[in-house]
Nanobody, 124 residues
Framework: VQLVESGGGLVQPGGSLTLSCTTF????????INWVRQAPGKELEWVSVISREGDRTYYSTPVKGRFTISRDNAKNTVYLRMNSLNTDDTARYYC??????????????????WGQGTQVTVSS
């Protein structure tokens, strides 16, 4: 099983990025997919989740209204569109899959599978 994140990079404050997470080796549509992030020296922070069919989405307070999660089950891919980025969004972003949704978690091993992450740096 593999989850592969991409799309990270360096962006100026106020800018936008779209992250992707593609899965291999699982029946993608059986899993809720989360995005979590970890800034240097800080604990893992849950960001967002999308249901198996994409009809339910939830966001953490810091990103609500700025980030949008979506999925394409035909492509086994989840996206995180991030707008109005600020320096507090600087972190390594991970996608994490869980078959049964049980709320936000702040440790990667609370999920069934997770990727290696992609770095997002917001700086002028």
């Amino acid at each position: 099983v593999q989850l592969v994140e991409s799309g990270g990079g360096l962006v100026q404050p106020g800018g936008s990025l779209t992250l992707s997470c593609t899965t291999f080796g699982v029946t993608f549509s059986n899993y809720w997919i989360n995005w979590v992030r970890q800034a240097p020296g800080k604990e893992l922070e849950w960001v967002s989740v999308i249901s198996r069919e994409g009809d339910r989405t939830y966001y953490s307070t810091p990103v609500k209204g700025r980030f949008t999660i979506s999925r394409d089950n035909a492509k086994n891919t989840v996206y995180l569109r991030m707008n109005s980025l600020n320096t507090d969004d600087t972190a390594r972003y991970y996608c994490a899959a869980k078959r049964v949704y049980s709320g936000p978690h702040t440790t990667l091993d609370s999920y069934d599978y997770w990727g290696q992450g992609t770095q997002v740096t917001v700086s002028s």
